[in-house]
Structures are given as structure tokens and as C-alpha cells.
């Protein structure tokens, strides 16, 4: 089998079995079934695309993690160095063909020929100066000027997120895919607003029903310059949400009442005292990663998070090697929200004990994730902190759980899921070599 065009690959969030299904054939091509991979998480699901390896060898098992030298949290970080291991495209670029990532998590400093990422300037009075980060130079400002906007990173996530933040990648892509001074023989991006209404409103409300509708309509005019520009393409979702239809579970506080979780005291918040904490977690929707200062604590500290309300289960280190997450630097414990649920990070019942962060959209501060920034509160823009606003999640796998792809390629046998399916790209692609 010899593949000489070059190809595109669409990672659409959230795009789950059941939402393929609601939106039918795109521009003829037919979706089909694929488990989803655990955690169902962005990016343990994009670094175990990009390596063909579990969260194990790769290392992220999250979109957050703890650093055990630094003792202290962070999320949503972009370096490519947190992703270890080989990349499906190594032989493609010794060989001498290009590879682009755009709006890829975890692509800064890849070792790509293209990339672009959204790298906002946080200024020190508390704006923010929207921004990307591009290679070559010049790209950002390029696409920038050739779409007549930069991109709209308010719509990227937050109470304003929509639409918007897929349709400028889009027309980027498109932009990139067209000058055959750019377009890279494998283009990797990622369409994130399916995500966000199914989130907020759950994955059978008619506000999903749009965004599916709307997401359709994008895979279509990306099937339609793929095919002018010689390109063939692969879409594939990552996670399938499923209905919250209960409250969260909040194991930081039980943690904290325990005597595991400490705090240190600015004016009257209660901010997170990392340094000498025995035990928290690090909540990332369905999932919650518990770090444990001392190993003899592991025990106890799994006792107290089974007996949360809301938590599911806790997977110590053998549960979580039989599942392909026991990064030997990644969580001692696991904990998993039962069906329906959720894990929240707030260890305070007193909302005057808050940080002042709580408030805000702060994706790097927060020791969590925080689906409550999806809407606004009171007054705006500060965001919600009604936890009862959110309908949907995810990061479990298992029955109900799948998720889709579909590819203008023929790909050997029958992906089960993003591993083998990116591996079967792999092999198609260097059959070409």
C-alpha cells in the first residue's frame, strides 16, 4: 500500500459515539465506532495519539499534574517535554516530509516543522494580551492578518467560549493548507467547542444538538479543502460526555477535616499549603489524582476518599497498573466520581474562606479543573460557582463510553482505539516512504 498524499488530522472534543451518530455522514464519509482510552481526558488522550503509548510510558495521565520537587500543582501546561516517548512521525521526518501541530495540546517545543498555540501575555495589572506562539516565525502574525482577526481566545474556554475559537482554527488550518510553502505532509489540530454546551447544558440538550449540528458543518469545509489541496483526513474524538445528574463529590475537604490537607490563611482565605500538606487531590472531572507525602499515609488516605459521598471507587497502584496509568511520577491513589458524578476541587464549606481565584477564570492557578468558568456569575465577569450549572462530564471509560472516527483513507483493519488507529496512519503514511 503506497500513501503519497498528504494528510490532516482532526481531533474533534468530545466527539463521542452518540454525537457521531446525531450528526450522520459528513460530506459522505461514515463514522465509526472506537473505545475510548482512560483517563478520557485532552491530553493523556493526545499524548497517547502522538506516541501510540498509555499514560504509563508517556507520562501524563491528566490534564493537570502534581511536581513532587517543586510541591506544587499545575494544569494545562504546554511544554512537549511532559510527553515522553517516540512520536508517530519520527521516520515521516527523517525522511525528510513535514509535520505541523495547531492548537495541539502540549506542542510548544515539539519537534515539528509547524506549530501554532494560543500563549497568552499575562500582564502584571491583570490583563491579559491575547496572543499565539508560531513556528516558523511569522505564522501568527501571517494568519493573524490573513483572517482579518486574531483568534479569539475568550471563546477558547470561559463563560464566552463557543464556536468562535473552532471556526478561526478552521479557517487557520485551511489558511496553512493552502500555501505549499507551509502545508505540512501531516497536520495534526483540534476542534475544542463541541465540548463546551455539552458540558454546560449535558450531551441531550438541544444547545448539544446545535453544536453537533455546528460541528458538522466544520468537518464539511474541512473535507472540502482537503480535498482541493490533495490532502486526505482523518477525525477522531478524544472523550464521550456523559449526564451529571448528581452533586460532585469533594474529596479535598474531606482530606482537610482528616488533618491530611492543610491550609495557610490570607486575611480570611484559605489558600492550599502545598508544602506541608500530607494529602490532596488534584480534581480533573470524572477523575480525581491523589498525591501522598508519605507513603505510610497511602492506606489511610484511601480509607477516608472511599468514604466520600460521590466517590465511585479509588484505584491504588496496582489498579491503576492493570489500567495502563501507573506513571511511576503521577498519583499514588485515583479516585473515580460514581456514575453521574463529578470530582470538585474546593476544600472550604465557607465560601468567605474562598481564594480570591474562585472567582475568576484562572486555568493555571486553580488546583483543579473547573467546569463552574463555563458560565458567568455575579456580577460578570466574574464566573459561577454554582456547581448544580453543569450537565455533563467525563474522564471514565467502559460501556457507554465510546467514541468515533472516520478517514478518507484505508487504513489496514479496524481501529479499537487512538493507538491503534494513529498507528495504522503511521503505517500508511511510512508505506509511502
Not at 483517563?39 to 513532587?68: D, I
Not at 447544558?201 to 458538522?216: L, M, S, T
Not at 464549606?349 to 493555571?364: F, K, L, N, Q, R
Request: net charge negative.
Amino acid at each position: 500500500m503506497t500513501m503519497r498524499r498528504k494528510v490532516l488530522i482532526v481531533e474533534a472534543a468530545a466527539l463521542g459515539a452518540r454525537q457521531a451518530e446525531a450528526m450522520g455522514p459528513v460530506a459522505g464519509l461514515e463514522f465509526r465506532r472506537m473505545a475510548s482510552l482512560f483517563p478520557a481526558l485532552t491530553c493523556p488522550v493526545q499524548a497517547s495519539f502522538r506516541t501510540e503509548a498509555l499514560p504509563c510510558f508517556h507520562g501524563v495521565e491528566g490534564n493537570g499534574f502534581f511536581a513532587r520537587r517543586m510541591l506544587r500543582p499545575f494544569f494545562w501546561e504546554q511544554a512537549s517535554s511532559l510527553v515522553y516517548g517516540r512520536r508517530i512521525w519520527e521516520r515521516l521526518r527523517a525522511s525528510g516530509r513535514r509535520v505541523g501541530m495547531m492548537f495541539w495540546q502540549q506542542s510548544l517545543g515539539e519537534s515539528v516543522d509547524l506549530v501554532l498555540s494560543p500563549r497568552p501575555i499575562h500582564k502584571h495589572g491583570g490583563r491579559m494580551m491575547m496572543d499565539c506562539l508560531g513556528r516558523p516565525d511569522g505564522l501568527y502574525d501571517r494568519l493573524r492578518e490573513h483572517l482579518g482577526r486574531p483568534f479569539p481566545l475568550m471563546h477558547y474556554w470561559g463563560p464566552l467560549a463557543s464556536i468562535a475559537s473552532s471556526e478561526w482554527i478552521v479557517q487557520a488550518v485551511a489558511d496553512v493548507m493552502r500555501d505549499q510553502a507551509l502545508s505540512p505532509d501531516l497536520l495534526l489540530t483540534y476542534l475544542p467547542h463541541l465540548d463546551y454546551d455539552l458540558q454546560r447544558y449535558g450531551p441531550d440538550a438541544p444547545q448539544a444538538a446545535r453544536a453537533i449540528a455546528e460541528a458538522r458543518g466544520l468537518l464539511e469545509r474541512l473535507v472540502g479543502v482537503a480535498e482541493d489541496t490533495g490532502y486526505d483526513l482523518v477525525v477522531f474524538g478524544d472523550y464521550a460526555i456523559v449526564p451529571v445528574t448528581r452533586p460532585p463529590a469533594y474529596p479535598n475537604r474531606a482530606l482537610r477535616e482528616a488533618g491530611f490537607f492543610e491550609v495557610y490563611r490570607v486575611r480570611r482565605h484559605a489558600y492550599p499549603d502545598f508544602f506541608h500538606s500530607r494529602a490532596f487531590v488534584v480534581a480533573d472531572h470524572e477523575l480525581g489524582f491523589v498525591y501522598v507525602r508519605d507513603p505510610r499515609d497511602v492506606g489511610a488516605v484511601a480509607e477516608c476518599l472511599a468514604a466520600v459521598p460521590g466517590v465511585g471507587s479509588v484505584l491504588d497502584r496496582e489498579h491503576q497498573r492493570r489500567s495502563g496509568v501507573d506513571d511511576p511520577e503521577g498519583a499514588d491513589l485515583i479516585v473515580l466520581a460514581e456514575s453521574g458524578g463529578w470530582v470538585a476541587y474546593p476544600w472550604w464549606t465557607d465560601p468567605a474562606e474562598a481564594p480570591d481565584y474562585v472567582g475568576h477564570v484562572d486555568i493555571h492557578n486553580k488546583p483543579g479543573y473547573d467546569p463552574c468558568e463555563l458560565f458567568f456569575g455575579f456580577p460578570p465577569p466574574r464566573v459561577s460557582q454554582d456547581v448544580a450549572r453543569v450537565k455533563g462530564t467525563h474522564g471514565r471509560d467502559g460501556p457507554g463510553r465510546d467514541v468515533a472516527w472516520c478517514s478518507t483513507l484505508d487504513l489496514p483493519g479496524e481501529p479499537v482505539h487512538a493507538m491503534s488507529l494513529a498507528k495504522a496512519i503511521q503505517d500508511v503514511m511510512e508505506a509511502g516512504l
